[in-house]
């Protein structure tokens, strides 16, 4: 199958834009898991800046971020193939130049792969030992970038760019609920529908923690 990409580079800002958006609503909703990765960054990283290479240290902050990926699902179809040739699939006849999309929205919630998967739980993306599992643990079945030689080219821009707008956020602010507006709730009709699901707008309070 091929993959036709509608153009990477915007794909890529509006992805990134959403996951942080997305991210900064769950903080909201689970002011336990902005602690841990507070904690974590604090005990790791200190007053310095965050870099890079500070990732593999920080491994609840990496679930918390693969766990924002799996329940909001907000590319939820991902990006469209085409069948270069005749396929069948599972008694399914797909022709050559089908077009084919794969919900990544209901796999990420079958309940077989992810233990209660309407609750957010960055937990589950740790082995016993707080490590973040391996790609080829068979509750990792994230398919938010794709898989293959197919997969999203901009994954590691993304992630990488994620990781330190979070990181350094966090080791500066508090991200709390509004005040004067109403927390915007964590329910599907909170998202916009499209290509990418995008967030209403929102509220929340910035507080410096120093």
Not at 11 to 33: I, K
Not at 96 to 118: C, I, K, M, T
Request: glycine share 4%; proline share 8%; net charge neutral.
């Amino acid at each position: 199958m091929e993959q036709l990409v509608p153009q990477v580079d915007f794909v890529t800002y509006l992805t990134s834009r959403e996951t942080l958006l997305d991210l900064f609503l769950y903080l909201q909703h689970h002011p336990d898991v902005m602690r841990r990765i507070q904690a974590e960054v604090d005990q790791v990283i200190g007053e310095r800046m965050p870099q890079i290479e500070d990732r593999n240290a920080l491994p609840y902050t990496e679930a918390v971020f693969l766990e924002t990926l799996r329940h909001s699902s907000f590319f939820p179809l991902g990006a469209p193939h085409e069948c270069r040739r005749d396929v069948i699939l599972q008694n399914y006849s797909l022709p050559r130049g089908s077009l084919v999309f794969a919900n990544y929205w209901v796999a990420h919630r079958d309940p077989e792969v992810f233990e209660d998967p309407q609750h957010f739980r960055p937990e589950r993306f740790l082995d016993d030992k707080g490590h973040v599992i391996s790609a080829a643990h068979p509750t990792r079945h994230l398919l938010s970038f794709g898989v293959g030689k197919r997969s999203c080219p901009g994954e590691n821009f993304a992630r990488s760019r994620v990781f330190l707008y979070v990181t350094t956020l966090l080791q500066q602010f508090d991200i709390l609920p509004p005040v004067k507006h109403p927390l915007l709730p964590l329910r599907r009709d909170s998202w916009k529908s499209g290509l990418v699901l995008q967030l209403k707008p929102y509220h929340c309070v910035l507080r410096r923690r120093h």
